[in-house]
């Protein structure tokens, strides 16, 4: 099947976002389809759950985040930064997927 990503546009991050809408593009192309729900927890949950395959944001606070990482892992997900190594309990990109080859392969496209 052809892997269903989540996503969430900058919020008061204006200058990520030609470079988000770029990203987009790539990965509608490329995928099954982008859904944006508005809460990243709540994404994060969908991707630990099998709704999605992959996640990716720009910027995200430690908040919006904290949860659906814990929930992720548990589920045998993987989480990291965008521009690559861990995720960390701080403000910046997340990555995360069902498997560390869709990891890649989302990386590969939003890289």
């Known amino acids: 099947h052809r892997a269903l990503i989540g996503t969430g546009f900058p919020f008061k991050t204006e200058h990520l976002l030609e470079e988000h809408s770029a990203q987009l593009v790539r990965v509608l192309g490329a995928s099954g389809g982008v859904r944006r729900g508005g809460a990243a927890a709540l994404d994060l949950c969908y991707l630990a759950e099998g709704r999605f395959d992959a996640f990716w944001e720009l910027f995200l606070n430690p908040w919006d985040f ?16 965008v521009e690559g190594g861990a995720l960390a309990l701080s403000p910046g990109t997340v990555i995360g997927a069902n498997s560390p080859s869709m990891k890649e392969a989302l990386h590969a496209l939003i890289g």
């Open 66 to 81: 904290a949860a659906g990482w814990v929930i992720v892992e548990e589920a045998g997900g993987v989480m990291g930064r």
